[in-house]
């Protein structure tokens, strides 16, 4: 369990890396370079783009397609993004405001370990619409014709929409995991970005200048603002 949860936070990160010029491109005119929102637009991108491909007979549904996904995001990325990539390398350290990223990475780490330790007491899908969730999960894993079969009703395809567990099964077949395990690590790693996105979010408009004057909040107190964010959003509101 712990190798795999390794694995996965890896290829979270290269997710990430590979989405960053991209992002840094298209959130330009937000604090940080909108680099807190590289993690979920490479998961978005490299998911979208082995499901199109997949529907149009391009790419395999296999741990081979979703590679080559996540490459030609990274090289769509870097190519967009080469400039504003260009740009943060010359800018000098002291200006780059690496603390709030990591503090970013640390919240999603943290909140990572924290439910995947959760699930690992109580790996079992067997309530409430858990069931479903693993059955359509097992349908996209298995699937070799589009639109996706459906498990529980032989010869018709799946009528529901699906692209989120889409999603995990893309995040599974980069990472190696069965949809099994990728259900509970899925889940841990969907609670870390709710939590650090929900954090960055709130650091980047409360870091936008505002007023007359156009003054700017304090490092300290965007981070105070984000932290409250996320612990309302992702942890006061699921106290049960």
Do not use: C
């Not at 010869?155 to 099994?180: C, D, K, N, V």
């Not at 790693?189 to 909040?217: C, D, E, N």
Request: proline fraction near 5%.
């Amino acid at each position: 369990m712990v190798s795999q949860w390794v694995g996965w936070y890896l290829i979270m990160l290269l997710v990430a890396l590979a989405a960053a010029p991209l992002a840094m491109r298209l959130f330009r005119g937000l604090p940080v370079q909108g680099l807190l929102l590289a993690r979920p637009l490479g998961i978005l991108l490299t998911g979208y783009l082995l499901w199109l491909g997949f529907a149009l007979g391009l790419l395999s549904n296999d741990s081979g397609g979703a590679w080559v996904a996540l490459l030609v995001v990274a090289g769509v990325s870097l190519y967009f993004g080469r400039n504003e990539f260009a740009d943060l390398r010359a800018m000098p350290w002291k200006q780059r405001d690496w603390r709030t990223l990591l503090l970013g990475e640390a919240l999603f780490l943290v909140a990572f370990a924290l439910w995947a330790t959760v699930r690992a007491y109580d790996p079992a899908a067997r309530h409430t619409e858990q069931p479903m969730d693993l059955m359509f999960m097992n349908s996209l894993w298995s699937s070799q014709l589009f639109p996706p079969q459906d498990a529980w009703l032989s010869g018709y395809p799946i009528s529901y929409y699906y692209f989120g567990y889409w999603l995990l099964i893309t995040m599974g077949r980069l990472a190696g995991t069965l949809p099994e395990v990728t259900y509970n690590l899925g889940q841990a790693a969907w609670y870390g970005m709710l939590l650090s996105l929900t954090f960055g979010l709130a650091v980047m408009l409360l870091r936008l200048p505002f007023g007359k004057a156009r003054a700017q909040l304090g490092h300290g107190a965007a981070w105070l603002g984000g932290l409250l964010a996320a612990l309302m959003v992702g942890v006061t509101t699921n106290i049960q």
